[in-house]
């Protein structure tokens, strides 16, 4: 009797996919350039991708990365890739739930030697509509301040929302979770929504600047923008 399986009956892995070439970066070397947190590592976003997005989150004098809550309808898993005065530890993984706190990581905010170099990485919905939301509570009584909930529904399918995230020209399309991120952080600074309607605690300002996120989404505009001046240009004149 043949104790080998026969070919026909074995799972084999398919061909790769001849648009999607398969790439490799270094998250030190591609984070030690990042414009922002949450940097998607490669250029594919499609329904059904895995999206490493790297984190470089550090200590330093005043610093205040703030508390919020992000929920996701896909998975995500972080891994640590290094990390001083953090309760994370290097090489640590964790499957987070679909609702999760987010903040910098690292005991000591204030410590300019602290650091962590994290990957957190998502599944895209492979079909229906996805949703994310960010979600901030008051410091004093907890109760929500805002949820900010917004379509992040991968660009190839029908749920997609182009015209939020640019056009649908654009060779390099805005990381969803990132605009998303953006408009939270504008959302949280608002007078009427930082100081708490259940107890009246003012929380104070949000600091979207150490997360980064207006600025990559600025700078994507300005990348798509700058190509499509580009090849509006008279053909002798790109040439020159």
Known sequence: ???????????????????????????YERMAKAAAQLMP?????????????????IGGPGRDH??????????????CYGSHNSPLSPAQIIATQNLHGVNSRLSDETDPGAYAVIVVTQHQAEEGEQSEAMIARCTSCKAELVRHTY??????????????????????????????????????????????????????????????????????????????HLRELPPAVRSS
């Open 151 to 228: 379509n992040a529904t991968p660009h190839d399918l029908p749920g997609y929302d182009a015209a939020r995230h640019g056009s649908a020209t654009d060779p390099v399309r805005q990381f969803p979770t990132a605009v998303g991120s953006a408009e939270f952080a504008d959302l949280r600074n608002t007078g009427e929504i930082r100081v708490c309607a259940a107890c009246g605690h003012d929380n104070g300002p949000f600091s979207g600047a150490v997360w980064g996120w207006a600025r990559q989404v600025a700078q994507t505009r300005a990348v798509n923008a700058a190509h499509r």
């Open 41 to 57: 590592l490669f250029p594919y976003d499609h329904a059904g991708a895995i999206i490493p997005c790297g984190n470089v989150l």
């Open 1 to 27: 009797m043949n104790a080998h399986p026969q070919l026909d009956s074995t799972r084999s892995i398919p061909p790769p996919d001849p648009d999607l070439e398969p790439l490799k970066v270094s998250v």
């Open 66 to 79: 703030g508390q919020f809550f992000h929920w996701n309808t896909v998975s995500e898993v972080v891994v």
